[in-house]
């Protein structure tokens, strides 16, 4: 079955923020075609349908793999760089998309500022310009059109997850790779810093069976049962009893909350 790709923004609504109020739009739904998966990122959406991959929303870092031409959407459209492609999956960062199909190449497009597509490189252009003449930060533009991620081709990914600025993919043999932002320790590789091409997540305790990406975290289930956190941890999200974020995988202590009666 031939998947493909919507894009949509905040769901069924879209809101504009005018003099702080916030009007919302309905999107017309249903769509013509199916929806089989929907992702959110910062200020785009994504729906994986039987039919079209279509994007819509604001496109400032290039998101929504549509071009340069395209500055907004606000209505579905079809991503034709992707028509004949079948997707599988669809994932959200803050500012960028990836795409798993069936065959096993995995696609991208948006913000690369922090390796998060993993192309062994970053994309960043022109610099902001204050208004006293100072020049500070870059401006993180991105990758406009799809491209396929040469890195992940052959390893036999099977699930992928974006955080705020860094990724994270599973392969059907069980291993975790991330790339990306690593800034608070959260692609677990003992280290801040970031990595622009997947590298594979050592100190996990057997295979993994599913993962996910928080903004600055992520999480690892393992085909045990255990969960594992690595990353910030500043308001708990390492899930052991500590306020500390963690460079490497940590394992989620939750035999004490079985213990404890929290759970049932």
Known sequence: MLLKIKIYCSQAFICLNVSRCCFSSPVPMPLPIPVIQVACGKSHSLALTQGKTLKMCAVVHGQLGLGKTIPLQFTPLVVRSLNGVAVSMISAGSNYSLFLTLPGPVYCCGANGEGQLGLDRVDKKGAKHTGNGMICNFLNLGRFNVCVVPALRNIGVSFISCGEAHTA????????????????????????????????????????????????????????????????????????????????????????????????
Not at 219 to 224: E, H, M, N, Q
Not at 241 to 257: D, F, H, I, N, Y
């Open 169 to 264: 993919v599973l392969t059907k043999c069980g291993q975790v790779w991330t790339f990306g932002d690593g800034s608070h320790g959260q692609l677990g590789h003992n280290s801040t810093a970031n990595e622009l091409k997947p590298r594979l997540v050592e100190g996990l305790d057997g295979l993994a069976s599913q993962i996910a990406c928080g903004r600055r975290h992520t999480l690892v289930l393992s085909a045990s049962g255990r969960c594992w956190a690595f990353g910030d941890g500043v308001k708990g999200q390492m899930g052991n009893g500590q306020s500390e974020s963690s460079l490497t995988p940590v394992e989620v202590q939750l035999a004490e909350v079985v213990s404890s009666g929290m759970t049932t």
